[in-house]
């Protein structure tokens, strides 16, 4: 088992004279653009530069459209050495960050809003190290977020609460599914419990089980606010055009007030690509989701909007392919996933089936996310418009049209229970830059407001 977790260290004989050697008989024949397949290109980088893992000289290729010749620049022998004669024997093998091998010239602020798209059609890039997951996906990640007895004591509660999780029933074109995982939703209050149950929809209906958050979950709640607050300031600061905040988003604090809480129960339990609600959460809406138990893969793709005439050619469809490719987050226990304000509207993400797992000593093959949410009073069922069918309407965005993309609407979703049709309203959202809907701007007093900019 140990071969698979550590490598040895390389010997010191290995000087730099020695790799230069090596790049002195690379036939530069052998490295032009096109010549070779993408596994030789990787073959000739890991026969230069050994000490090196071969899913990282992938993802270095592609960040450089597969040039070698650029590959073998950034991964110059000085720097490569280096790293060697500073790691101990044994050590874990960890993915390098790919921000560390950016040109010194191209990262003197800590912004990535210039960085080429890395995903490609048909492949999917794998992201560890929170440098990479910040600059390459709408998310941000904290690894080892609470003291490690502390997370385990949560798991464990939450691991005999799921015993008694459901599966939501709802339809999708005209068939009824099940849930591929079984969930729960947490409130913070007895009498948020009863609104809950009696005032909120969701898929159409109502919600049958809704708890009260456990004391452990309260806890963890008050530490999972700053940190994401942090986590969002950092975004605006460092990867939003001129540093400030997006349109649409709340500039007020981000307060966790409710929770959803999935069980995947092995790997074969997962979800597919979809994005999260709106509807109470309004638009450009922060989640903050805690990892518990055996490790998964997030996966995470970019919605690339269509020309309106579909008469999409050539490189344009090659190009939006490439965009919409595919990144996989690899969530281990105790790590806390922000999914920040363009989240929802710009991407899907989904679990992905795992045909082989490392279990947890606690959790085995289980999985717990708690999906922390801030349920804004603004956007209570009370004030949203209503459909013909006499209920509250389910807030959606434009994603794939690029004539209305970024626009929100507000439509019947009574339909999506089984039994139940619908009916065909739609109505165009109105907010203001903050996010706020026009029954809000009209109650909302004169007052200095907090911002996050």
């Keep these: 088992m140990d071969a698979f977790v550590t490598r040895k260290r390389r010997r010191i004989e290995e000087t730099a004279s020695a790799v230069n050697d090596k790049l002195e008989k690379v036939d530069t024949a052998r490295v032009g653009e096109d010549a070779d397949s993408t596994d030789t290109k990787v073959a000739i980088l890991a026969s230069l530069f050994p000490n090196l893992e071969s899913g990282f000289l992938l993802d270095l290729l592609m960040s450089v459209d597969g040039s070698v010749e650029e590959s073998i620049e950034i991964l110059k022998p000085s720097q490569a ?24 010239e191209e990262s003197v602020k800590p912004s990535y809003a210039n960085l080429a798209p ?99 979950m309260k806890s ?18 460092n990867h939003y055009p001129d540093g400030k905040k997006l349109h649409y988003q709340s500039p007020e604090p981000w307060i966790p007030n409710a929770a959803f809480v999935n069980c995947y129960n092995g790997g074969a339990e997962s979800v597919g ?24 893969e997030f996966r995470v793709r ?59 000593p606690i959790a085995g093959s289980k999985r717990i996310n708690v999906t922390y949410r801030y349920y804004r009073e603004s956007f209570h069922p009370r004030y949203t418009p209503r459909c013909r069918c006499g209920v509250a309407t389910v807030l959606r965005c434009v ?40 029954w809000a701007i009209r109650k909302r007093s004169p007052r200095a407001t907090e911002t996050l900019e």
């Design 118 to 216: 890395l995903t490609r059609r048909g492949t999917t890039l794998h992201l560890y190290s929170p440098e990479d997951i910040a600059a390459h996906t709408p998310c941000s990640i904290v690894h080892n977020f609470l003291p490690a007895p502390e997370a385990n004591e949560l798991l464990k509660g939450l691991l005999a609460e799921a015993t008694t999780f459901g599966r939501q029933t709802f339809k999708m074109f005209d068939n009824v599914v099940q849930s591929p995982h079984s969930a729960c939703f947490y409130v913070e209050s007895v009498e948020e419990q009863q609104k809950q149950k009696t005032e909120y929809l969701y898929n159409g209906s109502f919600l049958e089980d809704i708890r009260q958050l456990t004391p452990q």
């Design 302 to 360: 970019k919605i690339v909007a269509r020309d309106d005439d579909g008469e999409e050619k050539g490189n344009k469809i090659s190009e939006r392919a490439d965009a919409e490719g595919q990144i996989a987050i690899h969530l281990p226990h105790n790590s806390l996933l922000v999914m920040h304000a363009e989240m929802q509207e710009e991407f899907k993400h989904s679990i992905h089936p795992a045909a082989a797992i490392d279990p947890h």
């Design 399 to 438: 994603q794939r049209r690029k004539e209305n993309r970024g626009r929100y609407m507000w439509m019947c979703h009574t339909g999506l229970t089984p039994g139940n049709e619908g009916c065909s309203f739609f109505q165009w959202a109105e907010f203001d830059e903050n996010g706020n809907p026009p």
């Design 220 to 237: 963890v709640s008050s530490r999972v606010q700053p940190v994401v607050n942090k986590e969002i300031a950092n975004r605006i600061k």
């Design 273 to 296: 690509y979809h994005c999260d609600q709106l509807t109470y959460l309004g638009p450009r809406a922060v989640i903050g989701s805690l990892s518990l138990g055996v490790a998964r």
């Design 81 to 104: 050495i280096h790293s060697a004669r500073k790691r101990s024997a044994p050590s874990i093998g960890i993915q390098a960050s790919l921000i560390s091998f950016q040109h010194k």
